[in-house]
């Protein structure tokens, strides 16, 4: 019974809850048991609320009682990963310097999420500022695929994409700036997805590239996505950059008919991938043409310059938003050092991992005078031009599909020397992310030559047609695309 329970879906708890069949308190009972079970070897939190989970529980088992209508996630068991503030627990970033910082307030996102019902299990291992592809980067240590424990989840917030896989939350929220939502969802065979740029609110979520950042869900089906993002979506006042356009109930309107719907197929996202995942995704594609979508061939011609150009603007913006970590704003301060300037320097040196270093280096580099017009404007024009392809395509589709990753998930430590290769592999999430359009990941099918590894397909809509975007993504999941391979 208990393990069921740590399987349902947001539909399956709401009808377990209203029928009586279950408490939310035994809910989230079920899920600390599984975190007890499964977590020592997986690694996916780094910090449990279990007084503020069942304290929510039992509100929500009140209400029950009381004969209430029910918010629409009462009692969903809920992970959220450490960049994301969640008052009066550590908001670390998996970073030693933030190792004894207590957040002073909730994101909007977890606000909103706790109005509806949620109960906050506790947060998530990711990499150490969301700066990574693996979760090797946390410094914490790294969080395992819960699917091959020799494995990586992926990352950045592969902390919250293993809980949901290993059923030690229903959801989680993740960030993503370059795929770090998608690309974990991917490796750990589940769904993940970024809104539109400006479609969530970014109020207590820690700044990494500020341009880029993006909070949203993982699930284990489009639709508790949809009803995740639903929840979060929506202006804040908070948040300058969050848009003030209204949010559809994307739930509703996911069994919408798809056929018809026009799907592109960009040529630049088929060469030099691993052949197996590029067969798995033409299956993907294939089904769309079952369901009477037109399939149509289109062109991306910037896709090549999309790393260079993220990895400009990400590391330019990572070095502007850091510069706060000084030992004496935030958390860590290093203990020994002799006056201000070599406090900040020993601070900053003990306090940060190798890679957030090289970040805030490159970032450093690209915008210093000199370089600043060769590099940084340079990458600002690119972005615009990647962008355009982007906005051209969808003058004649409605969706595209592609893979979420060229490469299927890695041994741990198999990219630690080599962080250019990992930069690389982000080469099919960074152009939605550089364009600010929304993009989802789904599972589609297995690895033929290790059926443990999964396969994620990404599709991608037009600013703010998330309604779009989650109707295809659920048209291919009910017609069997989680069964494939
Ligand atoms: N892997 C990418 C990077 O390291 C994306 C990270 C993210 O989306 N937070 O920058």
Redesign the pocket.
């Known amino acids: 019974m208990l393990v069921e329970l740590t399987q349902l879906t947001i539909t399956g708890i709401r009808d377990s809850l209203t029928r009586k069949q279950t408490s939310a308190e035994e809910l989230v009972q079920a899920h600390l048991a599984q975190i007890e079970m499964r977590d020592a070897e997986v690694h996916a939190y780094l910090w449990h609320s279990p007084e503020r989970a069942l304290a929510q529980a039992r509100r929500i088992d009140q209400m029950i009682a009381a004969g209430e209508e029910l918010p629409p996630l009462a009692g969903v068991p809920t992970a959220v990963k450490d960049v994301i503030l969640t008052k009066g627990s550590p908001t670390t970033c998996a970073s030693r310097i933030l190792e004894n910082y207590t957040a002073p307030y909730d994101a909007t996102a977890v606000k909103r999420l706790e109005a509806a019902g949620a109960c906050i299990l506790g947060k998530t291992n990711c990499?150490e500022f969301?700066?990574?592809?693996s979760t090797e980067n946390s410094g914490f240590g790294p969080t395992h695929n819960p699917l091959d424990l020799t494995r990586v989840p992926g990352?950045?917030?592969g902390g919250s994409g293993a809980a949901v896989a290993a059923n030690m939350a229903t959801v989680a929220l993740g960030?993503?700036?370059?795929?770090?939502?998608r690309?974990p969802a991917s490796f750990c065979n589940v769904v993940g997805m970024m809104g539109t740029y400006g479609r969530v609110s970014r109020y207590g979520l820690v700044a990494?590239?500020s341009s880029?950042?993006h909070i949203g869900p993982f699930g284990r089906s489009v639709r508790d996505v949809a009803l995740v993002l639903q929840t979060i979506a929506g202006r804040d006042p908070m948040d300058s950059t969050s848009a003030d356009v209204p949010v559809a109930d994307y739930a509703a309107a996911l069994d919408r008919d798809v056929s018809g719907l026009t799907v592109g197929v960009p040529k630049e996202y088929f060469t030099g991938l691993n052949p197996e995942i590029g067969d798995n995704i033409q299956k993907g594609i294939d089904l769309f043409a079952k369901l009477g979508c037109k399939i149509e061939s289109i062109t991306l011609p910037h896709t090549d310059y999309a790393i260079g150009c993220?990895?400009i603007i990400?590391t330019a913006e990572a070095s502007s938003n850091l510069a706060r970590y000084d030992g004496v704003r935030y958390g860590f301060r290093s203990p020994e050092y002799d006056g201000l300037r070599d406090m900040y320097r020993q601070t900053r040196d003990h306090g940060f991992g190798a890679e957030v270093k090289r970040r805030i280096m490159l970032g450093t580099y690209v915008l210093s005078s000199g370089y600043y017009d060769a590099y940084y404007l340079k990458a600002q024009k690119v972005r615009t031009l990647v962008a355009r392809d982007f906005v051209e395509a969808f003058d004649e589709v409605d969706v595209i599909v592609v893979p979420t990753s060229p490469i299927p998930p890695f041994k741990l430590g198999e990219k630690l020397d080599d962080p250019l290769q990992?930069?690389l592999a982000?080469i099919y999430?960074?152009t939605a992310?550089l364009a600010g359009i929304p993009g989802i990941s789904v599972p589609c099918g297995k690895m033929k030559s290790d059926p443990r590894l999964p396969v994620g397909m990404q599709i991608f809509a037009k600013h703010f047609d998330e309604t779009v975007l989650l109707q295809a993504a659920h048209a291919f999941e009910k017609s069997g695309g989680f069964d494939m391979g």
Request: aromatic share 14%; with cysteine.
């Open positions: 990499d969301a700066m990574g592809s990352g950045s917030s960030s993503d700036t370059g795929g770090s939502i690309q990494f590239a880029l950042d993220y990895y990400c990992m930069y982000d999430t960074v992310s």
